[in-house]
């Protein structure tokens, strides 16, 4: 089970910005407290960028990625960018740089947006988050709205409506307070 809250914050001229990222992960056979909580909070004011992270009980980790030339966007702007390219309806291969937490560096991303050639109006949105990685792949239907997203591996996600995720939820007699 995993529990995740984000906030983020960029100024309107990019030159800085701030995020904190929650996250809670209980294996499915754990015990009710046996969650790992993972707090990460960022900070930029323009090139510098420092970053702390405290997961369970362990020691803070703290880093301070470098950002090399031109190109970089913030944390909130890699989570926008599918649909800023979709309200646009603007095809093509994307590359800028932005800090990736697999590898707590910055690194060159690619994007690309293309009509999904399967579906008449669908977008396809093809993500890697550096030089080499597989990415992700998710689809959008005319309207912008998130169909499926494939990653690496064999995982599927789709979305899910309130009340059959509410249904499964209650078929497994997990906690609905």
């Not at 890697?128 to 998710?138: H, V």
């Amino acid at each position: 089970m995993i529990d995740l809250a984000a906030a983020f914050f960029v100024t309107p001229d990019r030159s800085q910005e701030a995020w904190s990222i929650r996250q809670s992960v209980r294996p499915a056979k754990a015990k009710k407290d046996a969650a790992t909580t993972t707090i990460e909070t960022g900070a930029r004011d323009r090139g510098d960028l420092a970053i702390s992270r405290v997961s369970g009980g362990r020691p803070t980790d703290s880093i301070h990625p470098a950002i090399e030339g031109v190109g970089y966007i913030s944390r909130a702007e890699v989570y926008l960018m599918p649909y800023l390219l979709l309200h646009k309806s603007s095809p093509g291969a994307y590359r800028f740089y932005a800090f990736n937490q697999a590898v707590d560096r910055v690194t060159l991303r690619e994007d690309n947006l293309e009509q999904d050639p399967a579906r008449p109006g669908a977008w396809k949105y093809t993500s890697r988050p550096a030089e080499g990685s597989p990415g992700q792949t998710s689809l959008f239907d005319p309207r912008g709205k998130l169909v499926r997203a494939e990653l690496p591996g064999t995982q599927l996600w789709e979305p899910i409506s309130l009340s059959r995720l509410y249904d499964l939820w209650k078929a497994k007699s997990l906690p609905l307070n």
